[in-house]
């Protein structure tokens, strides 16, 4: 599941990566850059919930695949053609594929480590989010520039079908946690309660994930923009997932450990906040990074862990369907707008302090949570 959760911040952190090979060779502007690369987790939106049917009918193993296989299409596709359409519907399509691994990767775990160490098993897993945007960003501009964009984003591909053989060959479907449609034919079994309590756990997840996106994206041109080369950018960001790799599950641990998760969500969420609005102002952006990387395992664990909190085993997947559409509606937002701001402002600072923002919103909606988790678990 690890290898399979890379897949996914691989693709999608590709358009970033590449960015300066794209402004330069392929006329894009950054705002189209943040389109198409918050156009990978549109239709999540509209996708998901449906996903989860689906996978909730099928399997996890069959569903995963096919999200693998959509994917690995939708990346040749884009290094077809020097047209922006088609990048854009590249771009639709590959993230339709990246819905079904999104739904399923936090559900599959759960399955396998509710009641256990939870947190610490989301924690690694959502580590590979941040491992695959930091492989991203750390080989992708180097195969670039020694060969060009296109193979650079061919070899990403190829991690997907690797994926697909071992999926195949060694993964098997927890026995407790697939249903045939045969087995349940009622699929929509979400209390009012767990859709709520849902959706508040997709918008924390959207907002820790873009807030670790828009940093990973736009760290790189502000250094580019104090006279760093493009490949040292890319390799001094990439660093904060390096540490993450470390951190998040350290933070996971922790928090199963102590039992006090939501010390470690708001702490960690400030703290990440707080290098996010310092590293544009004060040197050396080193220090930023690696307390960056640290700091956001703290809360990474606890916030993918809040669904398994309320939903019941048989409305496991719809719950997580819902949740993971609130999280693509934050992933498809939010990177357009820090583009967005970076064009108008044409301050390099400017997207940084945009993903501090939304680092510090998460306690925010953490209080809301376990406030409405009280008052229902209460009645």
Not at 101 to 112: A, G, M, P, Q, R
Not at 233 to 256: C, E, K, N, W, Y
Not at 327 to 341: K, L
Request: glycine residues 10%; contains cysteine.
């Amino acid at each position: 599941m690890f290898l399979v959760g890379i897949t996914l911040p691989m693709q999608f952190q590709a358009v970033p990566a590449l960015a300066p090979f794209l402004v330069a060779e392929s006329g894009l502007n950054y705002t189209d850059i943040g389109v198409l690369t918050g156009l990978f987790m549109f239709p999540g939106v509209f996708l998901a919930i449906p996903g989860g049917l689906l996978a909730a009918r099928f399997g996890d193993r069959l569903t995963l695949s096919i999200g693998l296989a959509v994917m690995l299409g939708s990346s040749v596709l884009f290094v077809s053609t020097d047209s922006y359409g088609v990048m854009f519907v590249s771009r639709l399509s590959g993230g339709a594929g990246a819905v079904l691994i999104t739904v399923l990767l936090s559900k599959v775990v759960t399955d396998w480590f509710v009641g256990k160490e939870i947190a610490t098993a989301l924690a690694t897993i959502a580590a590979s989010f941040g491992v695959g945007i930091g492989l991203a960003m750390a080989a992708l501009p180097s195969v670039a520039a020694m060969s060009s964009w296109q193979i650079a984003m061919l070899a990403n591909a190829s991690i997907a079908a690797l994926a697909i053989v071992l999926l195949f060959s060694i993964y098997r479907d927890h026995e407790a946690g697939s249903r045939k449609a045969s087995d349940n034919p009622k699929l929509w079994r979400l209390s009012r309660p767990e859709q709520v309590l849902s959706v508040l756990a997709g918008t924390g997840r959207g907002l820790f994930s873009t807030g670790y996106v828009v940093f990973m994206s736009f760290l790189p041109p502000l250094l580019i923009s104090q006279g760093m080369r493009v490949i040292d950018a890319g390799l001094l960001t990439s660093l904060a997932a390096m540490v993450s790799i470390v951190s998040v599950p350290l933070g996971g641990f922790l928090s199963d450990r102590t039992g006090r998760p939501n010390l470690f969500i708001v702490g960690g969420a400030v703290g990440t906040a707080l290098t996010c609005i310092l590293v544009p102002h004060i040197a050396p952006a080193l220090l930023w990074v690696l307390l960056f990387g640290f700091l956001r395992g703290g809360c990474t664990g606890g916030i993918m862990a809040l669904p398994s909190q309320v939903l019941r085993p048989e409305s496991r997947s719809t719950g997580f369907a819902i949740s993971s559409a609130t999280y693509f509606v934050a992933m498809a937002a939010f990177p357009p707008v820090a583009g967005y701001i970076l064009d108008t402002s044409a301050n390099a600072a400017a997207p940084l302090w945009f993903a501090g923002i939304l680092w510090l919103l998460i306690p925010v909606v953490l209080a809301v949570f376990k406030l409405l988790q009280r008052k229902w678990i209460t009645q």
